[in-house]
């Protein structure tokens, strides 16, 4: 049996998006900044797309910019959101993902910014008392935290963060790459001034996304060479991928009550399997389902020897999973995330990330396999 869960990392492209795109790919050629008719036909779908993506998520199409995903809209959030409105102190936590922390920490490193972290519990909770603390002893700050951490699955209150930085007039910026197609957000109420989406976490394709920006916010492009996107990222659309973002999205609407129920019950049910068979198991992140990603469990295992190869045994068997453990020095590379919640770095963790295509046959063979390699390496 082959199982495949990390779909946190990526997913499945759905047989229908595929059909979407193909369409166009056939069909619709022409470069949509191109004035003849080949080129306004792309124009057109292009427009379509935006305006299906801006009414699901209850804002206006001049409000979405698409880009290569979400790094390049978090990258155009951050360094343009901080360098064009002249702020000098930054917020986010230590758990945030790579694409947020290390382009906060260079820019630090630049000295364009003073950076703060908000503190966290042992299960990715953030501090809100304390980053209230911290909104208030630093004037107009750009605030940066995720939505749903990529590796535990805990979720963060955005409601009440852009509630805390309207009030101290902060400009807050959301990584929703893992939420997106997961949540509904009603970006007519959420006071945000950026969030960002990637397709392929939504059964999508790689290599686009969009960047929401409020239209509060002015900022310049990060990317020059072009009038796209209306002067706000230069370069040839990628049109198939617009096209199917776009269907991905809608078809996730259009599917979340029904697969939120489905694979919450997927990841409850590993969750019991294992606690009944797998001895010294436990949690990694919020499991509450109200406080949790519902895709993702972080699950750490007793210490083991050649703990490094689980992941690898996993492989061997047919399950693909990711993870790892927490940093045990400075020059370790392991999970910055598990190091930040104070993880034991003697156990690894492993991060099983669940979709609408995932079974419970599959959580049956997997845990059924985790229990051999922890009875061997005890």
């Known amino acids: 049996m082959r199982v495949y869960f990390d779909n946190a990392a990526t997913t499945a492209l759905d047989p229908e998006v595929l059909k979407e795109m193909y369409k166009v790919m056939e069909n619709q050629f022409g470069n949509p900044s191109s004035i003849h008719s080949h080129g306004r036909e792309v124009r057109t779908l292009i427009e379509r797309s935006r305006k299906t993506i801006a009414g699901l998520l209850h804002t206006s199409p001049a409000e979405i910019f698409f880009t290569s995903g979400g790094t ?13 409105h002249k702020l000098t102190h930054a917020i986010t936590t230590k758990l945030e ?15 364009v910014i003073k950076l703060s972290y908000a503190g966290v519990d042992s299960k990715g909770n953030v501090d809100y008392d304390h980053l209230e603390t911290l909104l208030k002893t630093n004037e107009r700050s750009f605030v940066s935290l995720m939505h749903a951490n990529n590796e535990l699955g805990t979720l963060t209150d955005i409601e009440k963060v852009g509630e805390l930085c309207e009030a101290y007039n902060a400009m807050f910026h959301s990584d929703t790459v893992q939420t997106v197609g997961h949540y509904k957000h009603d970006l007519s109420k959420l006071k945000l001034h950026f969030m960002v989406c990637a ?79 797998v001895p010294g198991v436990s949690f990694n992140g919020e499991t509450d389902p109200s406080k949790s990603l ?39 590379i392991g999970s910055h995330v598990l190091t930040a919640i104070g993880a034991s770095p003697d156990r690894p963790s492993v991060r099983f990330s669940f979709s609408k295509y995932n079974t419970k046959e599959e959580v049956d063979y997997t845990v059924a396999k985790l229990k051999e390699l922890c009875m061997v390496s005890a």
């Open 294 to 332: 519902y895709t993702v469990l972080n699950v750490s295992f007793p210490e083991m020897e050649m703990a490094d190869m689980l992941l690898f045994n996993l492989d061997i068997a047919g399950i693909s999973a990711s993870g790892g453990s927490a940093c045990s020095s400075g020059t370790d």
């Open 97 to 111: 993902h790579h694409a947020v922390v290390h382009t906060l920490q260079a820019m630090q490193k630049a000295g």
């Open 72 to 84: 390049e809209a978090d990258n155009t959030a951050i360094r343009c959101g901080i360098v064009d």
């Open 199 to 277: 397709a392929h976490k939504l059964h999508g394709p790689k290599g686009v996304g969009f960047l929401h920006i409020n239209h509060k916010i002015k900022i310049n492009p990060m990317i020059y060479g072009g009038s796209q996107e209306r002067n706000m990222r230069g370069g040839t659309e990628n049109v198939y991928g617009i096209a199917g973002l776009a269907k991905a999205l809608e078809m996730a609407y259009s599917e979340m009550d029904q697969h939120q129920n489905y694979i919450q019950d997927l990841k409850s049910y590993m969750k019991a399997r294992l606690e009944q068979d």
